[in-house]
Every structure is written in C-alpha cells, then in structure tokens.
C-alpha cells in the first residue's frame, strides 16, 4: 500500500510530495515540527504535542495554518491513509513560500503544512529497552533558542552521526560549565547516588520535551521522587542510571558513554518501571 502525505491542503502519494523551492522552510530552516508516538491505534500525548506547537509558532510568529480541530482531523485522516496502529506521525509548519528574502514574506503568505506518518518496527524498541544503548558527550553548539522545536536540526545532525561513527545510538551534549544539557533527540535523566531520579530543569537551554513532562506524572503516580536539577557529565558516569526520553521510544536505557560503562552495564530498574507504566498514564487520543 503507498504511503500518503498531506500537502497544504491535499492527501498524494508520499513519493510525489513536495513543496516550492523557495518554501521558506527548504532555504532557511524557518519553520517548526513535531513528532507523536502512535501505540496501539491511538495517539500518545496529542494535547501535550499541539500545545508544544502553538507555543513554537508564536515563538518565531507564524500564525498557526488552521484550526487545532481541523488539524487533528488531518492528522487521524494521515494516520488512517496509512493504516498505522504502531508508529508516528510527522508534523511540519513553515513561514511559507516567498521571493527569497531573509525578512518575513507579506503577512498574507499562507504557511506550508505537511503531515505524514509511518509505522514502525516495534521490536527495534523492544531489543534497545533489554539491551540499552550507547552514548558518545560532545559540546553543546545549538543556537540558544532550544527550547523553540524548529527544523533548524543541522547540529543534531551532525552529533548523530558522530554517535552512530563511534558506535553509539545518542549524542549527549554538555555545555561550557561541564553540565549535561540534553541528547541530539532525546531529554536525558539519571538515578543519582541517592536513588533520586534527576533531570536539568525546562529552561531554555533544551527541549521541554512531553515525554519529559509525561515520565514526571508517571513518576509521581509510581512513587518515584524527581529533581530538577543540573547534572555534570562526571556525575551522570558514576549514576546507577542513565536513560534518555523521546516521543518515538518512550525510555531508552544507557548502558556506556564515552566507552565507560555505566553501573553493571544494564538497563535499571527505575526506567524499567517508568517504562511499563507510562502507555497506562499518559493520554491516549483515539485515531
């Protein structure tokens, strides 16, 4: 069965998608995007994951390219389309197609929309939850606006395939002072020595991303304590655990970064834990 994309107001075939050249987005990296699990035919987290976006495009002021109601109905049509059960969807909005100019086109430039969704392997995920995965550090050197989920992704880029040359599954960044900020994809947290489950604070520095914001319900409602707060890379080689938290894999555990194995070199319990419970948690929008 072919894949379907939606394009600015159409459903085609994913292979024949496409947007303008000078589509603001393809020049200059001027837009913003999200990505949404799907389990078991629902969508994991949907409010979470549109409020995000609002937030992104009133950040770099583009007005939003429809309706939040109209645009879940695009979505599920996409999700449908495709007949994904197990998998994700991939949203993008840009400023638009426009003369190239490095100023904002005319106020009435439509934004370009694009949906699209696949399904994916689930027991990739399964082997990385039983197994871990390996991580490399590198500087943190992203624009300061992380916080802000636009497709200007070129560093993340970059420290992946640095990751994957080494070895590794994730790229861990580390700013000036020594801190652990995030993963290229991912949020990272550890089990301090203490037993305390620690992740840096939602500042501007990363991502709040909503798996971070979800694991911190599911924590609260299994008994886990949470503390916000910075973390150095020191600190994170000598945890009992580190895991990192992404839409599309929930919670990976890191097994070795850098080449240094992290505790006895297996997934933890507390991620474990996290893990099982967080579809019965988080919130589930039917397709």
Same mark, same amino acid.
């Given at each position: 069965? *072919?894949?379907?994309?939606?394009?600015?107001?159409?459903?085609?075939? /994913?292979?024949?998608?496409?947007? /303008?050249?000078?589509?603001?987005?393809?020049?200059?990296?001027?837009?913003?995007?999200?990505? %949404?699990?799907?389990?078991?035919?629902?969508?994991?987290?949907?409010?979470?994951?549109?409020?995000? &976006?609002?937030?992104?495009? +009133?950040?770099?002021?583009? !007005?939003? *390219?429809?309706?939040?109601?109209?645009?879940?109905?695009?979505?599920?049509?996409?999700?449908?389309?495709?007949?994904?059960?197990?998998?994700?969807?991939? =949203?993008?909005?840009?400023?638009?197609?426009?003369?190239?100019?490095?100023?904002? *086109?005319?106020?009435?430039?439509?934004?370009? =929309?694009?949906?699209?969704?696949?399904?994916?392997?689930?027991?990739?995920?399964?082997?990385k939850n039983t197994n871990g995965i !390996?991580?490399?550090?590198?500087?943190?050197?992203?624009?300061?606006?992380?916080?802000?989920?636009?497709?200007?992704?070129?560093?993340?880029?970059?420290?992946?395939?640095?990751?994957?040359?080494?070895?590794?599954?994730?790229?861990?960044?580390?700013?000036?002072?020594?801190?652990?900020?995030?993963?290229?994809?991912?949020?990272?947290?550890?089990?301090?020595?203490?037993? &305390? =489950?620690?992740?840096?604070?939602?500042?501007?520095?990363?991502?709040?991303?909503?798996?971070?914001?979800?694991?911190?319900?599911?924590?609260? !409602?299994?008994?886990?304590?949470?503390?916000?707060?910075?973390? +150095?890379?020191?600190?994170?080689?000598?945890?009992?655990?580190?895991?990192?938290?992404?839409?599309? +894999?929930? %919670?990976?555990?890191?097994?070795?970064?850098?080449?240094?194995?992290?505790?006895?070199? /297996?997934?933890?319990?507390? +991620?474990?834990?996290?893990?099982?419970?967080?579809?019965?948690?988080?919130? !589930?929008?039917?397709?």
């Open positions: 069965m *072919p894949r379907i994309a939606y394009v600015n107001g159409r459903y085609v075939n /994913h292979g024949e998608a496409g947007v /303008h050249i000078e589509d603001r987005g393809y020049q200059f990296a001027d837009g913003v995007y999200e990505v %949404c699990e799907v389990r078991h035919g629902v969508i994991v987290d949907l409010t979470r994951h549109l409020d995000r &976006l609002d937030r992104s495009l +009133s950040e770099i002021r583009i !007005k939003p *390219p429809m309706a939040r109601a109209a645009l879940v109905q695009v979505i599920r049509e996409v999700l449908r389309r495709n007949r994904v059960r197990n998998g994700l969807f991939y =949203l993008q909005v840009t400023r638009g197609a426009a003369r190239r100019d490095h100023v904002f *086109p005319a106020a009435d430039t439509p934004a370009t =929309l694009v949906v699209t969704a696949k399904s994916t392997n689930p027991e990739i995920i399964v082997a !390996k991580a490399i550090t590198l500087p943190d050197n992203r624009w300061e606006r992380v916080d802000v989920k636009t497709v200007g992704l070129l560093p993340n880029v970059l420290a992946r395939q640095q990751a994957k040359e080494a070895g590794a599954q994730e790229a861990i960044y580390i700013d000036r002072d020594g801190m652990v900020t995030e993963g290229a994809a991912t949020n990272v947290w550890i089990v301090d020595k203490e037993g &305390l =489950l620690v992740t840096r604070p939602a500042d501007p520095g990363i991502l709040r991303g909503i798996t971070r914001t979800t694991l911190m319900d599911v924590a609260d !409602k299994i008994g886990v304590p949470i503390v916000e707060r910075r973390f +150095s890379r020191e600190e994170m080689l000598d945890a009992r655990e580190v895991f990192v938290t992404a839409a599309t +894999s929930i %919670c990976f555990p890191v097994v070795e970064i850098d080449g240094h194995t992290v505790a006895n070199g /297996h997934p933890g319990e507390v +991620s474990r834990s996290i893990r099982q419970a967080f579809f019965d948690i988080a919130e !589930k929008t039917a397709i």
